[in-house]
């Protein structure tokens, strides 16, 4: 059992005075002191916990800027003062490790934006300007069908074309650019 009188003993109670004096008399230097004996035994908690470096010191600055606000509801008869800004050490730890593992929704995701909504008119258009065009694909020589197909929708470049058809390059281009020009008259044509 230890005497009240014990170093133990009248650092528990100074800290408890401390703590009092914050919360009744907004003491500044009270706190001052506090922070002074406290913060760098919560800091060696919570890297004790899993914290890093810096986010051990941010929350320190969060579990003194409660200990601050809300001292006057330290109560010496149910804990001292290190029980009691300890738990709120604790608390401040378990509430980032759930921020951590449900991290908060940024509306502005590009994933999280809905598409924007198409018309009907527009879809119909679409859809029929789709059908003209696979209509005048299917009218063009094949040779032509055939390059324009691997050019624009296979996405090859030209001189991989002409290596896999055998064909020059100036040949490729030729029938590619012959072969736009017809899409272009017939998409031209009112339907």
């Known amino acids: 059992m230890q005497d009240s ?3 133990a ?7 408890d005075d401390l703590l009092l004096a914050v919360g ?13 004996r406290v913060a760098p035994r919560l800091k060696a908690f919570l890297r004790r916990q899993g914290c890093d470096a810096g986010q051990a010191e941010e929350l320190v600055q969060e579990v003194m800027l409660v200990v601050w606000r809300r001292a006057e509801l330290f109560d010496p008869a ?11 050490a604790r608390n401040r730890r378990l509430d980032a490790l759930r921020r951590e593992s449900r991290p908060e929704i940024d509306p502005g995701d590009p994933m999280l934006v809905p598409d924007p909504v198409e018309w009907a008119d527009h879809r119909l258009e679409t ?19 055939d390059l324009v197909r ?23 281009k030729s029938r590619v650019r012959l072969a736009l ?11």
Do not use: C, M, N
């Open 127 to 145: 859809a029929q300007s789709a059908g003209r065009l696979r209509a005048a694909l299917d009218d063009l020589p094949p040779e032509q069908a």
């Open 5 to 7: 009188s014990s170093p």
């Open 24 to 36: 009744r008399r907004r003491d500044r230097a009270a706190f001052a002191a506090l922070f002074e």
């Open 9 to 15: 003993a009248e650092a528990a109670s100074s800290l």
């Open 78 to 88: 149910r804990a001292t003062a290190t029980t009691w800004i300890f738990t709120v």
């Open 181 to 191: 020009e017809r899409l272009r008259k017939v998409l031209r044509e009112p339907s």
């Open 150 to 172: 691997l050019a624009y929708f296979e996405d090859k470049p030209h001189t991989t074309i002409a290596a896999e058809r055998g064909l020059p390059l100036g040949t490729v």
